[in-house]
């Protein structure tokens, strides 16, 4: 039974997240935006773009002013640990972009600010990612031999803040945070063991990486592998390319966002049904307001961020 309020009041901060929020405020006015002083542009341009109020005090009086049920931060990456404390301090649940935290020591004071943390990994919300998840678990594979997820985007143009590791953090935390994420909740718990990321060919984003890869075990000895970059040919006619692979003793998953494809040594590839779920932007705030989901909820938020941050250690 969801404590949801009738009609949620939305607080979005910052402009260069994702804010998936966006979705389940039912009333422009539902909906309040912040600026983020490093990109401030970036809120009042999104701002426009969906119909809500631009805030431009301070975050404090947001909330006092809008009264939100829960805040969707999306600022500046290396700044969002330090919205969403001052938010937790407040008693706001919050949903936050990854990366939450960018240090152990950023994590450990949003630990201490206590309260509800949901991380913004929308690739859990997919159907696809969620059978994956539970034929591993009822043996449909066999055991798990190799797992690898990819994410790959077109370069762009990116933002100037993209050269500045305190505020962009880095690629293995911003986007290949999505395929480690992914590994980790279709095949449990992961140890690092290798990690590099490094800037190849893109000097407009220099110093920030240009691709990252990340290597893990599995408690029975397989390997999981994660790599992301911004090599994307521009000549595709979509801007990224998802998908993970995870084969076993008895046979494969193949995933991509719409699809899950089982092949095993019996059978040849059959698409697996998916189900109809609710949308990421009502996942997302059911887990916030209530936490009672391993899909999304403060524990994983917790678990994932650091897992990544011990990832991190390991390219540096």
Same mark, same amino acid.
């Given at each position: 039974?969801?404590? #949801?309020?009738?009609?949620?009041?939305?607080?979005?901060?910052?402009?260069?997240?994702?804010?998936?929020?966006?979705?389940?405020?039912?009333?422009?006015?539902?909906?309040?935006?912040?600026?983020?002083?490093?990109?401030?542009?970036?809120?009042?341009?999104?701002?426009?773009?969906?119909?809500?109020?631009?805030?431009?005090?301070?975050?404090?009086?947001?909330?006092?002013?809008?009264?939100?049920?829960?805040?969707?931060?999306?600022?500046?990456?290396?700044?969002?640990?330090?919205?969403?404390? #001052?938010?937790?301090?407040?008693?706001?649940?919050?949903?936050?972009?990854?990366?939450?935290?960018?240090?152990?020591?950023?994590?450990?004071?949003?630990?201490?600010?206590?309260?509800?943390?949901?991380?913004?990994?929308?690739?859990? +919300?997919?159907?696809?990612?969620?059978?994956?998840?539970?034929?591993?678990?009822?043996?449909?594979?066999?055991?798990?031999?190799?797992?690898? +997820?990819?994410?790959?985007?077109?370069?762009?143009?990116?933002?100037?803040? !993209?050269?500045?590791?305190?505020? !962009?953090?880095?690629?293995?935390?911003?986007?290949?945070?999505?395929?480690?994420?992914?590994?980790?909740?279709?095949?449990?718990?992961?140890?690092?063991?290798?990690?590099?990321?490094?800037? +190849? +060919?893109?000097?407009? =984003?220099?110093?920030?990486?240009?691709?990252?890869?990340?290597?893990?075990?599995?408690?029975?000895?397989?390997?999981? =592998?994660?790599?992301?970059?911004?090599?994307?040919?521009?000549?595709?006619?979509?801007?990224?390319?998802?998908?993970?692979?995870?084969?076993?003793?008895?046979?494969?998953?193949?995933?991509?966002?719409?699809?899950?494809?089982?092949?095993?040594?019996?059978?040849?590839?059959?698409?697996?049904?998916?189900?109809?779920?609710?949308?990421?932007?009502?996942?997302?705030?059911?887990?916030?307001?209530?936490?009672?989901?391993?899909?999304?909820?403060?524990?994983?938020?917790?678990?994932?961020?650091?897992?990544?941050?011990?990832?991190?250690?390991?390219? #540096?």
């Amino acid at each position: 039974m969801s404590n #949801r309020p009738d009609r949620t009041r939305v607080l979005f901060v910052g402009g260069a997240g994702h804010h998936f929020l966006r979705t389940t405020v039912e009333r422009p006015e539902g909906g309040l935006f912040v600026a983020d002083p490093d990109d401030p542009g970036a809120a009042e341009s999104k701002a426009e773009r969906l119909g809500f109020a631009l805030f431009s005090g301070e975050l404090e009086e947001a909330v006092e002013t809008h009264k939100p049920d829960v805040a969707n931060v999306g600022t500046v990456y290396g700044r969002a640990w330090a919205a969403s404390e #001052r938010l937790l301090k407040l008693g706001i649940p919050v949903v936050s972009d990854k990366p939450v935290a960018a240090t152990p020591e950023q994590l450990d004071r949003l630990r201490s600010a206590g309260g509800r943390l949901v991380t913004e990994f929308d690739w859990r +919300a997919d159907a696809s990612l969620q059978v994956a998840r539970q034929a591993v678990r009822d043996g449909r594979i066999g055991d798990v031999v190799l797992a690898r +997820a990819q994410k790959t985007y077109k370069l762009g143009r990116r933002p100037a803040w !993209y050269a500045d590791p305190d505020l !962009y953090t880095s690629t293995m935390l911003w986007i290949n945070a999505h395929g480690i994420d992914a590994l980790r909740f279709v095949c449990g718990e992961m140890t690092p063991v290798f990690a590099r990321q490094t800037n +190849a +060919a893109s000097p407009s =984003i220099t110093p920030g990486e240009d691709h990252a890869v990340a290597i893990f075990t599995l408690p029975n000895g397989a390997t999981a =592998i994660a790599h992301a970059d911004f090599a994307r040919a521009a000549g595709h006619d979509t801007h990224g390319d998802d998908h993970l692979v995870v084969r076993g003793s008895t046979g494969e998953l193949v995933v991509t966002r719409e699809t899950c494809v089982l092949t095993t040594h019996d059978a040849s590839p059959v698409a697996l049904p998916l189900p109809e779920l609710p949308t990421l932007g009502d996942q997302l705030l059911d887990a916030a307001l209530r936490d009672e989901t391993d899909m999304f909820a403060t524990r994983e938020t917790f678990a994932t961020a650091e897992l990544l941050l011990s990832t991190t250690q390991l390219s #540096r």
